[in-house]
């Protein structure tokens, strides 16, 4: 009379499964302002520390660098240690994500 009802059951467990993963995802993106991904460039002389949420945790700039009064050098190395530190925090919240949801590419992630 009412034919399949008996995918209810399947139905229901992918509700089960998707409900748990989000929960695993709200979990991992708390656990992104705990990450640290240290960024350096020139032999250390500039060092950023980027959180998984892309918020700067510490920026080190050398005395060796400093002393170097070249303002044009410090803000280039400075630029491409913070667009360094970015993209790295970026790849390794997205290996996070993927290791969480088996490689599925879930929109908003």
């Given at each position: 009379?009412?034919?399949?009802?008996?995918?209810?059951?399947?139905m229901g467990g992918i509700i089960k499964q998707a409900l748990e993963m989000k929960g695993k995802?709200?979990?991992?993106?708390?656990?992104?302002?705990?990450?640290?991904?240290?960024?350096?460039?020139?032999?250390?002389?500039?060092?950023?520390?980027?959180?998984?949420?892309?918020?700067?945790?510490?920026?080190?700039?050398?005395?060796?660098?400093?002393?170097?009064?070249?303002?044009?050098?410090?803000?280039?190395?400075v630029q491409a240690a913070m667009s360094g530190a970015i993209a790295k925090a970026q790849d390794?919240?997205?290996?996070?994500?993927?290791?969480?949801?088996?490689?599925?590419?879930?929109?908003?992630?």
């Open positions: 009379m009412l034919k399949g009802l008996g995918d209810l059951g399947k995802i709200e979990e991992l993106k708390e656990k992104m302002g705990d990450m640290e991904i240290p960024y350096a460039i020139g032999g250390d002389m500039v060092t950023v520390v980027m959180t998984g949420k892309l918020e700067v945790k510490s920026l080190t700039i050398s005395q060796e660098l400093l002393e170097q009064n070249d303002r044009e050098m410090l803000e280039s190395m390794a919240v997205k290996e996070k994500m993927t290791e969480l949801t088996g490689g599925i590419d879930i929109p908003g992630l």
